[in-house]
């Protein structure tokens, strides 16, 4: 039986990412280089910073290294083990990152934010990613940032098939209500090339889809 606010469909959501992560996945140790580059520049200094499907955490262990308390949010204990672990193997304070297993679709985290990030929020299960983003949305502080970074298209290896459909930088927008009348500057909205390998060591690259706004004092 499921708990009220627990449906069936999170569940089966909690299940997949609990499996994905199951002591199975290569920790690269490194940052998303489009976070380093979007987001260097800003003076942390003790500033909040909400990463939203944190994964095994090494964007979260860059951001508290630059300063900022960050809180980290992911459906599967299993990936927040894993973010715990090498937070402290990187020497991370504990009190820097709160690690918090929340299925964001039925409970987003109270608050509000300077920053708060998205970086590859998609699913092949249950995933309400409009709505998270619209109230990621909402709980970014005046001056603050919404980073929201996605795949475009998937290196050509991955898939036999069809590619999946992802969303476009126009989606982002509309999904985030980020439009003339609203209070938003827009940093930057675009593709970006990622260089990476593919899994015999030849150099490819994937295409990502950034959206990275400021909300207006
Ligand atoms: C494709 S992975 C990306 C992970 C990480 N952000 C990265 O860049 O490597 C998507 C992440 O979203 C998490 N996730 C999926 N559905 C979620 C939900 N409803 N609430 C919170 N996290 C979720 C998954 O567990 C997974 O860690």
Known sequence: MHSHGDPASSIDAREHWEEFYDGK?????????????????????????????????ADAIWLAQQGWRVTAVDIADAALASG????????????????????????????????????????????????????????????????VVGHWAMPSWRFDGDPPAFPSTDDVLSDVGADESSPWTVVRTGLSEVPMTDPDGNPCTRTDNVVHLRRDE
């Open 84 to 147: 715990r672990a090498h937070a402290a193997d990187a020497g991370v304070a504990d009190d820097a990152i709160t690690w918090r297993r929340s299925d964001l679709g039925a409970e987003f985290p109270n608050g509000t934010w300077d920053l708060i990030s998205a970086f590859y929020l998609h699913s092949t299960v249950t995933l309400e990613r409009a709505a998270i983003l619209r109230k990621a949305a909402a709980a970014v502080k005046p001056g603050g940032t919404l980073l």
């Open 25 to 57: 996945r290569p920790w690269s140790g490194k940052p998303n280089a489009i976070l380093v580059e979007e987001i260097g520049d800003i003076d942390a200094d003790g500033k909040g910073a909400l990463d939203l499907g944190c994964g095994s955490g």
